[in-house]
């Protein structure tokens, strides 16, 4: 086997009402089988945490579950991102690119085009923020990316809140968000939230967590 697999479930049963805290408490859950699952398979170094409401967005059961991942071999999805990255780190360059620091430098990049283009905010205190945009070239319609340190980051799961909050809310309304923000919310019934790139092991956290 390549991996572990594990499936974290809500104590209530309605997919689309959830709270700032309980958010937090699925990525700590999340976080701790992830670091528990590492210390039994050190070799398994890839991590990723799959959230599908509902149906359409490839649940097999109505009641709130993520399922939490970690394998030896990398998930095709971030294989691609990581040639894609490393292509992108050594234009240019003859000598030998760091393929975590091409990565991290590859987000770092994306995040500057955003914020030039006026699609990036940043959340968060002094030690604890958090990139979020709107993605010029998303792989699925109103997809937003956000960019932290680690799942146990309190602004982390309260910018992923407010995102979901937004999306799925009734269509048309204003929420107040943290931070002082207000924002539209979409009426969405549907979502899937996908993040990777979280430490392991030695509780430091690594650049791209998404």
Avoid at 82 to 98: I, Q, T
Avoid at 129 to 143: I, T, W
Wanted: negative net charge.
């Amino acid at each position: 086997a390549h991996g572990l697999h594990g499936c974290l479930l809500f104590k209530h049963h309605d997919p689309l009402q959830f709270t700032s805290e309980q958010v937090s408490q699925l990525l700590s859950a999340a976080d701790e089988w992830l670091q528990q699952a590492h210390a039994v398979r050190p070799d398994a170094q890839h991590p990723l945490l799959l959230w599908n409401c509902l149906p359409r967005a490839g649940a097999s059961q109505f009641h709130g579950h993520a399922q939490i991942m970690l394998s030896s071999v990398d998930f095709p999805e971030f294989e691609r991102l990581r040639h894609g990255a490393l292509e992108y780190a050594s234009s240019g360059s003859k000598s030998h690119v760091d393929p975590e620091a091409a990565v991290a430098q590859y987000y770092r990049d994306v995040a500057r085009a955003h914020r030039a283009v006026g699609l990036l905010r940043e959340f968060g205190t002094e030690g604890d923020k958090v990139q979020c945009y709107a993605n010029m070239s998303p792989l699925k319609d109103m997809e937003v990316v956000l960019i932290g340190r680690h799942l146990t980051s309190s602004a982390f799961a309260t910018a992923l809140h407010n995102i979901l909050r937004c999306l799925i809310d009734d269509r048309g309304s204003t929420m107040k968000l943290s931070w002082g923000l207000e924002m539209l919310t979409a009426g969405v019934r549907t979502f899937n939230v996908g993040i990777s790139g979280m430490a392991l092991g030695s509780g430091q956290a690594r650049e791209g967590s998404q």
